[in-house]
């Protein structure tokens, strides 16, 4: 059981397919290598260490550093015989590319990494010198047949499943936001609720939505993903990302202690309406779980409408006076992104249905 659960980490059977690609890799360089080094294994484990979304693209794109690596190299050893002048080169290419990436590490570019692979393989290319042109061949060789070995791992050995991959990705986010939206309607409708609990919601979903705690889903949006898939991936996303961005600004605008009366007079359309958000919530959550979607008797459209009707009834449609009276302004902003909210709930569940496939 235990095992079971571990083979459906998409870690755990990453992992394995790079060892496996470094195992048949080290075999086939022993027995049939060219140049009797470690290119192929090294190749093999560089190549396979793609993310989800595209790595047919990022092992292509790995061996071809790795390649332009290996041939800088032994042009370098070829034509600068001075060993100092060599050992400089490569020495300024690395400390250069190691500076320029640790300067920009808070930014999730691939170009920094693929600058920096460049420099470490040429610096080991470069202390293995090459003594001929046929040499140099036959590293490439070995190179292309590594880049080859752990391709074809990482596509064939546990491949990725990309509609499990994304619904593991997203319960997270949408149990956190369902915990958030919970905490922001006891703080909104109780006036003795402990703000501590909003907070902590909020740094909790804050968190899950972080791509690079290989949580969150962001594979969705690498060039070149799955033309069939992308759209309706990113639609998906994309909408939670401005649910997120509204729930922040629900919270911001009872941040600013909302007017009790304008409250107390919308007291049952707000919390049936908050409701009526978690359990669409609910609905998203169980058909990722469950691939089904949960039946319910409920209207979702009605109480936005009553909620809008009793807004009308409580603040004037006069403009100047919503500058006079800035309470009427916040329940207005207020009454408005909730309405913006259930629009974006209810489209992310008459899409369902064509997000999974």
């Known amino acids: 059981m235990q095992l079971t659960r571990y083979i459906k980490l998409f870690a755990f059977r990453h992992a394995f397919s790079v060892s496996l690609a470094v195992v048949i890799a080290f075999l086939g360089s022993h027995y049939y290598g060219f140049s009797h080094e470690y290119w192929m294994v090294l190749t093999a484990f560089l190549a ?6 595209t790595p047919v693209k990022q092992g292509v794109s790995i061996f071809i550093t790795i390649m332009a690596a290996i041939i800088a190299s032994s042009f370098l050893i070829m034509y600068v015989k001075n060993p100092h002048w060599l050992y400089a080169a490569v020495s300024v290419v ?19 990494f693929t600058i920096i692979l460049f420099s470490t393989v040429l610096l080991i290319a470069t202390l293995s010198p090459v003594q001929s042109l046929e040499f140099m061949q036959n590293r490439m060789i070995d190179a292309a047949l590594g880049g080859l070995i752990g391709i074809i791992c990482t596509l064939y050995v546990f491949p990725v499943r990309l509609d499990v991959e994304f619904s593991e990705g997203i319960i997270p986010v949408l149990q956190s936001l369902n915990e958030y939206s919970q905490a922001l309607t006891e703080s909104l409708l109780d006036a003795d609720s402990d703000l501590k609990n909003v907070v902590e919601k909020r740094i909790k979903l804050e968190n899950s939505l972080q791509a690079h705690r290989g949580i969150y889903p962001g594979w969705v949006y690498e060039v070149g993903f799955n033309r069939g898939l992308r759209s309706g991936f990113r639609f998906f996303l994309v909408n939670v990302e401005r649910i997120t961005e509204i729930y922040f600004s629900i919270d911001a605008l009872i941040s600013r202690k909302i007017d009790l009366s304008l409250l107390n007079t919308l007291y049952r359309d707000v919390e049936n309406a908050m409701q009526k958000n978690q359990e669409l919530i609910t609905i998203l959550i169980e058909y990722f779980h469950h691939n089904r979607i949960t039946g319910s008797e409920s209207d979702f459209t009605t109480d936005i409408k009553e909620l809008e009707k009793a807004l009308h009834r409580v603040v004037p449609d006069n403009i100047e006076a919503l500058d006079v009276l800035p309470g009427y302004l916040s329940i207005t902003a207020f009454v408005r992104e909730m309405r913006d909210l259930r629009g974006l709930l209810l489209q992310l569940v008459m899409a369902l249905p064509a997000a999974k496939h």
């Open 48 to 53: 396979s260490q793609t993310t989800r979304g």
């Open 94 to 112: 690395a400390v250069a590319s190691s500076g320029l990436a640790f300067i920009k590490r808070p930014q999730s570019n691939k170009a920094f």
